[in-house]
């Protein structure tokens, strides 16, 4: 089964900082948009922030973020260990939510204009992030 695989959720304080990791399988990653949504229990799964990891476009390692995620979460990616990450900093209670890694059904190259849960195809598991305050 061809999905990505998130790791790094926890626990921490109100203005602490945590960093997830998601490895894909090269087959969904290269040359694809890869991503992190949030949900929380009895709202819609909302984005959070894009990356695109295709090293033949112009738009390569172009990224989108949330209004909420601007300035507070930094998306990043390895291309070397087919990997991405979602380094959040300053965090606040309102951030508790299962965050997912997803990859784009395939054929994206830019993700600047937005991102969309329905244009992804491979979903991980998820993994848990709760902040206190």
């Known amino acids: 089964h061809v999905q990505p695989v998130e790791s790094g959720g926890g626990s921490v304080q109100a203005g602490g900082s945590l960093r997830l990791s998601c490895v894909a399988p090269e087959t969904i990653y290269t040359d694809n948009c890869l991503a992190w949504f949030r949900q929380v229990p009895g709202k819609q799964r909302e984005e959070v922030a894009g990356?695109?990891?295709?090293?033949?476009?112009?738009?390569?390692?172009?990224?989108f973020y949330a209004d909420f995620a601007k300035g507070r979460f930094t998306i990043s990616k390895d291309n070397a260990k087919n990997t991405i990450y979602l380094q959040m900093n300053n965090l606040n209670a309102e951030d508790t939510a299962v965050y997912y890694c997803a990859a784009h059904w395939g054929a994206c190259h830019h993700v600047e204009g937005g991102i969309s849960e329905f244009d992804f195809g491979y979903w991980g598991q998820g993994t848990q992030v709760t902040v206190s305050s």
């Open positions: 990356i695109a990891t295709g090293r033949g476009s112009p738009f390569y390692g172009t990224t």
